[in-house]
């Protein structure tokens, strides 16, 4: 998850440190810090870490060492909001030129494509510098990597566009050459879409091709999610039954490699979670709104009570309403006060705004 903790000037927060702090105290193996960025160029949101030059070194440190309890590993998810960069601090850029309603983004020079890998190589160097356990590269939910894979985003001409294959081709050089920084020990994990879930975007039958590539390169896991957030687009949960949402996907994605599957959303009871991992079908099982519920639930469904989280239910909600709403709960589980949470979606949705506007202004002070 994105979990919008950072200082605004892309530097850890003690709030944040204490968040997975309390995620590992509570029997997680592992935490992926959502949307952690290599260039303050094209970030998600103002919230986001920078690893780079300007990061603090003692508090990525502090932050690292903090999550690793009994076992714990914390990893950073190495992103580029591409298209989705936002409009307040970036000047988007995509694997090619958009201009679909909110979104507005020029098209990437072949030289800039080329300089990806070795972006990604540098955040890792200092992800690894600064004591992180492993990384993840982020290649789902409609940004920068997530769009070269869609050929609704990807209309590129040149050796990036066209076949799976091509457009895949970024991502398994990003793969190779964060690899060959990290050595052969650290682990690498990769988080893809199932499908973009629009029309014109990438298919289950092209993610099954990319997972078949990656099979063939030296990435330690496959988190498998799906959804982008492109202005309008269904969430992933849309339509998707109950259950996990991509299960019948990890299915078929199981018999094209043998590297270690993770499937995250969806997951809300601990028979769910045992039955995927018992029939083989994944290896990992990755959960996000319910650890903003109950920061020990493994704990708890590993000691066999099986309690299950307390899902709220709400009714018309604002647009970006409920991921609102979860943020600032992960707000008030980083400081201590998720007892004394009242606030309602208009409430977090003004909140979860007022702050990242406030950020804005700190992260161009920063960053320019």
């Avoid at 949307?35 to 070194?57: A, C, I, T, Y």
């Avoid at 809300?268 to 639930?297: C, F, Y």
């Amino acid at each position: 998850m994105s979990d919008s903790l950072a200082d605004g000037r892309g530097d850890p927060t003690a709030a944040q440190m204490r968040l997975y702090e309390r995620w590992a105290q509570g029997g997680i193996a592992l935490s992926i810090i959502g949307e952690v960025q290599g260039d303050p160029r094209f970030p998600e949101k103002p919230g986001n870490l920078v690893l780079g030059e300007s990061s603090n070194q003692q508090t990525l440190q502090s932050l690292a060492g903090g999550a690793s309890i009994d076992g714990s590993h914390l990893w950073p998810q190495l992103g580029h909001a591409g298209a989705l960069s936002h409009p307040p601090i970036s000047r988007a850029k995509g694997p090619s030129a958009l201009d679909v309603g909110e979104v507005q983004c020029e098209g990437m020079s072949t030289d800039e494509v080329r300089e990806l890998p070795h972006l990604f190589a540098r955040t890792a160097e200092c992800a690894m510098a600064a004591g992180f356990s492993g990384v993840q590269i982020h290649a789902a939910h409609g940004f920068l990597l997530s769009q070269f894979l869609s050929p609704l985003f990807n209309r590129r001409t040149d050796g990036y566009g066209g076949s799976i294959e091509a457009r895949c081709r970024v991502v398994i050089d990003v793969v190779d050459r964060v690899r060959s920084v990290v050595g052969p020990a650290f682990p690498i994990g990769i988080k893809i879409n199932a499908t973009d879930k629009l029309q014109g975007g990438l298919t289950q039958d092209d993610a099954l091709e990319v997972v078949r590539l990656l099979d063939g390169t030296s990435v330690d896991l496959i988190d498998i999610s799906a959804g982008t957030y492109f202005p309008g687009a269904k969430a992933a949960s849309d339509g998707s039954g109950k259950g996990p949402y991509f299960i019948d996907f990890a299915r078929r994605a199981r018999a094209r490699t043998n590297t270690p599957l993770m499937l995250t959303g969806g997951f809300k009871t601990r028979e769910q979670a045992a039955d995927a991992v018992a029939s083989g079908t994944i290896d990992v099982v990755g959960l996000a709104r319910a650890m903003v519920l109950d920061p020990r639930l493994p704990e708890t469904w590993l000691t066999g009570g099986g309690r299950d989280p307390d899902f709220p239910r709400f009714e018309s909600a604002p647009p970006g309403g409920i991921t609102a709403w979860y943020t600032m709960r992960l707000t008030a589980l980083a400081e201590d006060r998720e007892d004394v949470f009242t606030l309602d979606l208009a409430s977090a949705v003004r909140a979860y705004e007022d702050r990242d506007a406030l950020r804005c202004e700190m992260w161009r002070q920063k960053f320019g």
